[in-house]
């Protein structure tokens, strides 16, 4: 698993602004975002279920599905240059995120994040389940902030879900306690030095 996104935090996002379509445009802040959900288009009298993604068409039954792309302004960062994102949006299909990726344009790298395609509730446990699904350690931001909510069942995805967000925030207090112990270390050093 992957720890680089332990202390990331959601920055705001105006999606409403400079969508590239299908990263068509090489203009600096510009996004763009992959989807993957299941095929709504008929196959043999039923529907058919295949895995689609957004500005595709699918292979089994040639239906081209409509993805709405992110519905939040809010954009959870990865820590990658380089993704296979039809494969991550594919890992995502199942949940109400998408990835995206803004454009940096001449001067700096690509950045790529997630995005939530619905909101009205929170939404925190599809968040940490979704850097899990993408290999990554959940954020700490999130990790110390799963909600409780009447009924909710200690199931075996929610348990593993649990156990990353927990060795999120044994990570993010164990980088504290050796940042504390350095600061002691350069107070001694100072005294010691006057
Ligand atoms: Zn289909």
Sequence with gaps: MNHDTIDATPRRLNYSEGYAYDGGSEEAGT????????CQGQRDGET?????YNGGQCNKCAYEPQFE????????????ERMDENECARKLARLPLVLVRINGGDNNA??????????????TWEICAAYIALGYVPPAHFAR???????LKLTKHRREII????????CQRDWNARGLTRLRDTVDKMKGGR
């Design 31 to 38: 996004w763009t975002f992959w989807e993957a959900g299941a």
């Design 145 to 151: 902030n799963l909600p409780m909510y009447a009924g």
């Design 163 to 170: 156990r990353w967000c927990r060795a999120s925030l044994r």
């Design 69 to 80: 792309g992110p519905a939040m302004n809010y954009f959870y960062p990865l820590n990658e």
């Design 110 to 123: 690509d950045q790529y994040g997630l995005a939530l395609t619905g909101g009205g509730m929170d939404l």
């Design 48 to 52: 058919c279920g295949e895995i689609v």
